[in-house]
């Protein structure tokens, strides 16, 4: 018996590999958006996707989570949520990484796991 889809997209931030988010969508929840801004953890969310026939929507992106806050970049990058048909929607984030967290070393995005990572 398959998971009953529920009527809900979700928007994911601090995403990682994806694993909140698959615990998520086999809960019958829609992933319509990843943002997470370490590159190498994105890159491997997209290749552990890329064969499961799911890909989000509005896609994934690496940009600071902040930058969101802004409605101007809100809608650059959602400019069609607006006309959609009216739906709930759900926020979910990732439990942050060391650098982020009050239990860890609290550096933030200057810390080693929260520095952008190029390839």
Request: proline share 4%.
């Amino acid at each position: 018996m398959g998971v009953e889809k529920i009527d809900v997209e979700v928007f994911s931030f601090f995403s990682g590999l994806g694993l909140l988010d698959l615990g998520f969508e086999n809960a019958g929840f829609n992933i319509v958006f990843v943002n997470e801004y370490n590159k190498r953890f994105l890159q491997a969310y997209q290749y552990a996707r890329k064969n499961s026939g799911h890909l989000p929507v509005y896609g994934y992106s690496d940009r600071d989570i902040r930058e969101y806050l802004s409605d101007d970049v809100w809608h650059h990058s959602f400019p069609t949520y607006d006309e959609r048909e009216k739906k709930l929607i759900g926020f979910i984030g990732g439990p942050p990484c060391p650098d982020f967290s009050v239990a860890g070393k609290n550096i933030g995005k200057d810390g080693a796991n929260g520095s952008r990572i190029t390839t």
